[in-house]
Every structure is written in C-alpha cells, then in structure tokens.
C-alpha cells in the first residue's frame, strides 16, 4: 500500500534522538532538582527563625555551600542537555528546530520572570527600605508635633476670620435688632449657617444670653468664663483652645450692641488634638526599625538570590526534559503531516506506549487520516455529480423563457436567469445578494404565505410595471423538500400579458360578431320602414308636420349611427388580413399627418422622417387607418385639456429606422395623458377613458400591428405633459398568416431593444 507507514529511515532518525549519554544521566536530574528545592526550602527556614537551628554564622556557611554545589550541579545537567540540542540543530535532525523553539520558550518562561523579580524585588527592597531612614524623613517624624500645632493655628485663624465677618454683619443689622427681634434672630440662624457655626449666641459682659441660636446640638459645649468674656475686643477676634475635646470657639466684642459680645463656636478634626502623642509613639518606633535595617536587607537578599537561582535553574531542566518527550512524537506527526499535505491521505503514525495524550493524538491522526481517505473519496465523486447536475441545471434554466428566481430562507435572490433579467430589466448583478421584498414587493406577499404554509406549491396572478410597461405574470412559488421552517424557495415568473390580451380580444371579438348578427339585421327594415312613412303620409299630414319631420329623420339617423357602430364590431371581429406589399412609410404617413394638419390648424403638427423613401412591407390603406387613429386620439386628448393648463397644442409624429429589425414610429402629444395604472389594457375592446368612445380605437391599431408582425406600446411623453405612442412595424415581410400569432407572442421579447 503506497505511503502505509513513515520511511525506514524516519523511524530509525527518530530512534537516534535517544543519546545514550542522556539515557545514563536520566536518573541524575530528579535527583539534583528534588536535592537543590530542599535544600533551598531549608535554607528560608532557617534564615526565617522557624527552625530549632539558630542562624549562626557556621550554620549560614554551610548553607550556602551546600546550596552553592546543588546549582553547580544542576548548570552542569543543563548545560549538558544545551549541547545535545545544539549537536542536533546542527546535525539537521527531524523538529530539531521545534526543539529548540520549545527548549528556548521554557527557557525564557523560567529566565524573564526570575530576571524580573530580581530587579523588582531589589529596587523594592532599597527602595522601600533606605526612604524611610534618610534624614529628611527623620526630621519629618521629628517635626509632627509642630505640624499639628500649625494646622490648630490655622484653624484659629480661619474660625477668628469668619468671627469677623459674622460680628460686621450683625453690627449692621443693629437697627433690625431694635426693630423686629424675630427677624434678627432668623438673620442671626442664616449667618450662622452659612458660616458653619453650630453655636452662635449673643451675650452680655456679665455672661447673660442675650440671643442664641443652635443650629446642631453639641455634647460637652462649654460656656465662655467671664475672664473670657473679659478678654474679649471689638478689634481681633479672641479663640479659645479646648482643654479637652474638639470645640474651638471664638469671641468678638459687637460695638454697636453696646458692647455685648459674640460667641459661636465649631468642631474640627479630632487628629489635630489627638495627633501629637501619636508622632511621639512613631517616632520611638521609626528608631527602633533604623537598628535592624541592615540586617533585614542581607537576610532578603541573601535568601532571594539562593532560591531564585535553584528555582531557575530548576525550571530550565523541566523545560529540556519536556522538550525531549515532547518532541520524539511531534517529529513523527510533522512526518505524517507533510504526507497529508501532498494528498497521501494512507500515511500511518507509529503510536508507543507510555506516549499518554501525545500518543493518543497519533492514534486520532491516524483515525483522521482513514475518514479524510473515505470522506475524500465520497466528496470527490459528490462533486463530480454536483457539478454535472449544476451544468444541467443551468443550461436548463438558460433556455426556459419563463423567468426563474431561487431565494434562500432569509429572502435573499441566489438564483436568476436571462428571463427574469429581461422581465424585470435588471442584470444579474443587480439582482443576486438582494431581497425579493425590495427587487420584486408584488411577490413578498405571497412569499410570506408560502413560508407560514405547509403547501409545497403556490401561485398568482400580479402586476408587475416596469420602466412603464404594465405586464400579467403568472407567479408559482415552490418550497424544497426540507424538515426544517427555514426552506428556500423557488419562484418562477411566467409572462401571460399577451395570452391574457388575446384571450380577451378573442371573447371580445366572438361577442361582437354575436352582437352585429342579432343587431344589424332589423336595421334596415326599420331605416326602409321609416323612409316609407316620410315618402307616403308626408303628405298628407298638415298638422304637426315638423314634429313627424323630426321623427322621422331621428329614426333614419339613429338607425344610421347604429350601422356604423355595428361596422365598428364587425371590423373589430372580422379584420381582413392585410395585403403586404412594399410601400414607402414615411410618404404614407406624412400624408396622414397633411390631412390631420388641415383639420386641426389650431395644433402645431411637427413631423421628422429619414432622409429619402422608408420602403417596408405593409398594407398601406390598413397601417394609414391605425396612423390616422393614433393621431386623431392625440387631438382628442390635447381637446380634453384646457389651453391656459396645457399651452398650444403640439403634435410630434417621428419615424425612426436605427433599429435593426423594426421601424419605429412615435406618436407624442401635450394632451392630457395615460392612467398610470392599466393603461395597457386601453388595448383591449371596449376599455376607454374618454365619455362617448367605443373603446375600439386602440385595439384595432394594435390588432393592425400585430397582423403585419410588430406592436406598440403606451408611454408618457418623455419630454412633459402628455402621453406617447411607440408603434414598430418589422423592416422585412412578416410570417404567414397561421404563424402570426406566434410573431405576436415574441412581440414583447423585442420591446427591451426599442
């Protein structure tokens, strides 16, 4: 079996990284690594006093011999395994350079953060410790007592400040004081508020309250003595320590009270008194501390840099010897990695024992590597089906000339093709990512009753107007075969105008024949008989004669109309089939816009024709009859709106021969128009807008056209008011008569070119 297992020569690479060397020095480092974390574990404890054993000066040497040989040792076992890495790198073995990656990652993992915590611990240490017994820091601790008596000074000042300022006021309210005692009393509260007093009275020399206000009640507030109130001025405001507590008070002689004095009164901050006999305690403390500085910074660092350089090296032999186990598995799945690579999905992993996860990952490769051979097969033989099922799919949707549209379970198109972007006049580009709701809203309702439906298969007729063409389609909807609500569907578009116009023009035509037939019959008798009776008793009636005369002639005339209504049903029923022949279409037409101009001088006719004849194959009286039609129904329409909202009426008949296969003739008026909605059924029998019309006027043009292979269309006038006729007769001899039908079914197939 080709690729079944790694090469004899892999396998024997691999057995090779076994350095015996190595083998015999594998009892060594357990040994040297458990010995070196001991004897570091020892040496905290007995430099930390938590061992019977006193750290003498003997005792601390041989510590650190002891300690000294176990690194020696274990840089001995590690520099060792260095050299065989680098004997391996060098030799170019199998992973040697993931070996080395792993080797240098546990090296810096176990070197960067003993490194770090070196040069953090030993800024840490003399950083934390000299700060503390410098000079400044010794005269600060000295100098606490007399920060505190500062700081109680400055309150003084303040409360002595404030004093002032409340004394001044009150001198001024001296007149609201004699005048209304309630309200000085409030102005007395305000102050005193505003100033942050919770006491503040009035009193007179010999101690009497004369006003007071409380605005907190205070424990242990002592009164002012009279040697205070003796003391007091009307110049500086006089505060009062406390002996005991955290009251300051203050005291200032009110002149324009008649020497009645002003006592109020403020808690500060306990520490300012309590503050002093605490410096005194930390200062005896910060000299203590001073005493044993050095002693504390060998002992740190003296047991950091042991266990620092046991752990260290400790951890750069955890990480050789990992990287040794670790790598022997590794380099047998790089092996069989790079055969999957090249698509030897039959490579196998040699799994050993006592591998624990890593041989249990060579099992799973080797497990993934037999279901990748499988799946690999399956999928290759699915993707041959599927891509031979999406050619077919294509070429079928491709030729279908319904249009077709595949949405996913979110409304997104995944799916169109030519049809749809001819029926819609958008390119696939445009169409594909998009919503149906936004591309074709006619349809999300019916999208959305399909998804809330358990049928399978839907369908609807819709109108759908595009670039101002109005089109029927016939819309089924149909969802895939899934268990699951979130189903993608399939619609498909069938463009029906032309079946539903010639359904209806025929049913339309079979009632006209039926109409003329049951209508035309009586009509002449009743015109003869009436005839009759003005020729035989015309004369012998002498009364009333102009009353008979009106009768009669009303029945000859209204007889006469019915006729040609009838000839309008039966021409509409029984169109004769045009005589082709080859005739010049722009002399035919400017002859009817010549007549049409003659009988409508009020409207400006403008015609633009080719240079030279226009020779195409029609029949000339029928295609004059549907150019005559097309113009008198723009008269009409510039007639049904007034001149002061339209302005002169303008006519614009243009013939254009660019296209390649059609002549294309456009009818353009300011008159009043086409609906916007089911304007083309104006092209179907007996559908008008305008009050007296039959309604057959249009379809029989259209029914003209279609006879001689071509079609038209009702737009709006490109260029303002109004509305435009684009007619388009075929540049060669049309179909024979049983095939015009399908000519007229391919009609629309034409209109996105013209």
């Not at 003391?231 to 006089?238: E, F, I, K, P, Y």
């Not at 075969?481 to 116009?501: F, G, M, N, Y």
């Amino acid at each position: 079996m080709r690729g079944q297992l790694l090469t004899s020569q892999h396998i024997q690479a691999q057995r090779q990284a076994a350095d015996p060397a190595q083998r015999s020095l594998g009892w060594l480092g357990p040994i040297a690594v458990l010995a070196a974390l001991a004897s570091a574990l020892t040496t905290f404890l007995v430099l930390s006093g938590a061992t019977p054993i006193l750290p003498t000066h003997n005792v601390v040497m041989w510590v650190f011999v002891l300690n000294g040989a176990l690194i020696l040792l274990l840089l001995g076992i590690v520099a060792w395994q260095a050299r065989r890495l680098v004997r391996e790198r060098r030799a170019g073995a199998a992973a040697a350079g993931l070996h080395v990656r792993i080797v240098g990652l546990f090296s810096l993992v176990a070197v960067l953060p003993a490194i770090l915590v070196a040069a953090v611990a030993t800024v840490t240490l003399e950083r934390g410790l000299d700060p503390w017994f410098t000079g400044s820091i010794k005269e600060l601790m000295t100098n606490t007592v007399e920060i505190a008596r500062s700081y109680r000074e400055m309150q003084c000042r303040t409360l002595a400040r404030e004093t002032q300022l409340m004394a001044a006021d009150l001198n001024r309210a001296k007149v609201l004081y004699d005048a209304d005692r309630k309200v000085f009393r409030d102005f007395l509260q305000s102050r005193a508020v505003f100033l942050g007093f919770p006491l503040a009275m009035i009193v007179e020399p010999d101690g009497t309250v004369v006003e007071k206000v409380e605005v907190k009640a205070i424990e242990g507030m002592p009164q002012p003595t009279p040697a205070d109130l003796r003391d007091a001025n009307s110049s500086d405001a006089l505060c009062l320590f406390p002996r005991t507590g955290n009251i300051f008070r203050s005291i200032l002689t009110l002149e324009a009270h008649g020497g009645r004095v002003l006592y109020v009164a403020r808690e500060v901050d306990p520490r300012a008194v309590e503050f002093p006999p605490v410096a005194e305690a930390g200062i005896a403390f910060y000299e203590a501390l001073d005493q044993k500085k050095s002693g504390i910074q060998i002992a740190f660092a003296s047991m950091f840099t042991l266990i620092a350089l046991i752990v260290l090296l400790s951890a750069i032999w955890f990480g050789l010897n990992f990287a040794n186990r670790l790598v022997a598995p590794i380099r047998r799945l790089i092996h069989a990695t790079d055969q999957v690579a090249t698509g030897n999905f039959y490579v196998q992993v040699p799994v050993r024992r006592g591998e624990g996860d890593l041989g249990h990952l060579g099992e799973t490769f080797n497990k993934m590597t037999s279901e990748l051979r499988h799946q690999h097969d399956s999928l290759t033989a699915a993707s041959d089906l599927m891509d031979r099922r999406r050619r077919f799919t294509e070429a079928v949707l491709a030729g279908v000339s319904a249009g077709v549209i595949g949405i996913d379970a979110h409304g997104s198109i995944t799916i169109v093709n030519p049809s749809t972007e001819a029926l819609l006049a958008t390119p696939r580009e445009d169409l594909l990512g998009r919503s149906i709701a936004v591309v074709l809203p006619e349809v999300a309702e019916l999208v959305e009753e399909m998804r809330n439906a358990r049928q399978r298969l839907m369908q609807r007729q819709i109108e759908v107007t595009r670039r101002g063409k109005e089109r029927t389609i016939n819309v089924r909807v149909t969802s895939e075969q899934a268990r699951s609500e979130d189903r993608d569907l399939v619609i498909t578009l069938d463009d029906i105008t032309d079946l539903v116009s010639a359904q209806r023009t025929s049913a339309w035509a079979d009632v006209a024949r039926r109409i003329a037939h049951e209508i035309k019959n009586p009509l002449t008798p009743i015109q003869l008989s009436a005839e009759r009776i003005r020729r035989k008793y015309g004369k012998v009636i002498t009364t009333d004669r102009e009353v008979f005369d009106q009768c009669t002639d009303t029945i000859v005339r209204q007889v006469d109309d019915i006729k040609r209504m009838v000839d309008e049903f039966s021409s509409f029923a029984r169109m004769p089939k045009p005589t082709i022949g080859s005739e010049d279409l722009a002399e035919t037409i400017r002859q009817v816009v010549f007549m049409m101009r003659i009988a409508h001088p009020e409207i400006q006719f403008r015609d633009k024709m080719p240079d030279g004849p226009v020779i195409a194959p029609f029949d000339r009286r029928l295609l004059s009859q549907a150019v005559t039609n097309i113009v008198k129904n723009a008269t009409e329409a510039i007639a049904a709106v007034p001149e002061e909202e339209r302005g002169p009426g303008e006519i614009s008949v243009v013939l254009d021969d660019t296209h390649p296969e059609y002549l294309i003739l456009a009818v353009t008026d300011n008159g009043k128009g086409f609906p916007a909605e089911g304007r083309q059924r104006l092209l179907e029998p007996y559908m008008t807008t305008r009050e007296g019309g039959t309604g057959l006027g249009l379809p029989i043009v259209s029914k003209i056209l279609e006879e001689h292979g071509g079609g038209m269309e009702l737009v709006d006038n490109p260029t303002g008011r109004g509305g435009q006729v684009r007619m388009w007769i075929p540049k060669t001899k049309p179909a024979a008569a049983e095939e015009t039908s399908v000519a007229a079914g391919r009609t629309e197939g034409h209109r996105a070119g013209l």
